[in-house]
């Protein structure tokens, strides 16, 4: 029952270091708002991972293969991930008053919800997350052979995928003492523009799936995780 979850907990480590839209905007948040709205905005992307592991467990081969081949699905959340990127940017550029009260605020009231919101959103949009999911759970099915092997190996990505980024945030809100609000409002710039460039790189993909592949193919092949 328990071949295989060696490698399922060393997968969900990796795994919370792949880099991605997600991964910059829970650390930046982890920094600007503290521990709990961290906690409340990988929450909210791990419920998007779990709806993700649904569709793939449940979903006929055929529809799988149609997902995660449709290259509009990709134009969308190409879209979607430019458009969110280029509001957080103006929205930042325009927030310095804001930034300095919670900053230096011993209590800031956060909206839990909203980033709990923001973290599922942000990582639902990314399709490449689904297709991501899918080659896990290819990976689990042959790995194991054991009736709740699949299930287990799931669970132990996911919890071990949890605790990470809880002990990734943890470190990320200990910098808060030590970044300025100008680093602060500097970092949440770069994260935007990080995310319209994983936009950007989805829209590009969706528009020219065959060029891109071919640039993707004359790179070494190695194992890497999907992007969160």
Do not use: C
Request: hydrophobic residues 55%.
């Amino acid at each position: 029952m328990f071949e295989g979850l060696p490698y399922a907990a060393l997968y969900g480590f990796l795994l919370a270091f792949a880099v991605g839209p997600v991964f910059f905007t829970l650390i930046e948040t982890s920094i600007t708002k503290g521990f709990r709205a961290g906690l409340f905005f990988d929450l909210g992307a791990i419920f998007a991972d779990i709806i993700f592991i649904l569709i793939a467990y449940f979903s006929t081969s055929k529809i799988l293969e149609r997902v995660k081949d449709d290259p509009g699905l990709l134009i969308f959340g190409g879209v979607i991930l430019i458009a969110y990127g280029i509001i957080s940017y103006i929205r930042t550029a325009k927030s310095f008053i804001k930034i300095v009260r919670e900053h230096y605020a011993v209590n800031v009231k956060k909206n839990l919800g909203g980033l709990f919101l923001k973290g599922f959103l942000l990582n639902f949009v990314n399709f490449g997350v689904l297709a991501g999911w899918i080659g896990t759970l290819i990976m689990a099915n042959a790995l194991t052979t054991s009736e709740n092997g699949v299930f287990l190996f799931l669970t132990t990505v996911l919890v071990t995928f949890f605790l990470t980024d809880v002990a990734k945030i943890s470190l990320a809100k200990k910098l808060k003492s030590k970044m300025t609000p100008r680093f602060i409002i500097k970092t949440k710039k770069w994260v935007s523009i990080l995310i319209i460039l994983f936009g950007m790189f989805l829209l590009v993909e969706g528009i020219f799936p065959d060029q891109v592949q071919k640039g993707l193919d004359r790179i070494p092949k190695t194992k890497l995780p999907i992007q969160n």
